[in-house]
């Protein structure tokens, strides 16, 4: 089985109320999701 570690951060600004999220392009679409992501952590 392979290990991947996933961290995502939900930073909001009170005097906004506004939410950061990043914008994912991809080859045929793209997203908007909270920043963060995914790392493949290899077994020693």
């Known amino acids: 089985?392979?290990?991947v570690?996933?961290?995502y951060a939900l930073i909001y600004?009170?005097?906004t109320s506004?939410?950061?999220t990043v914008g994912n392009r991809r080859e045929n679409e793209?997203?908007?999701s909270?920043?963060?992501g995914a790392r493949n952590v290899?077994?020693?």
Request: hydrophobic share 35%; no cysteine; proline share 5%.
């Open 42 to 44: 290899e077994r020693h």
């Open 1 to 3: 089985m392979k290990r």
């Open 13 to 15: 600004d009170d005097t």
């Open 34 to 36: 909270l920043p963060g």
């Open 18 to 20: 506004k939410i950061l």
């Open 5 to 7: 570690d996933v961290v």
């Open 30 to 32: 793209s997203k908007w």
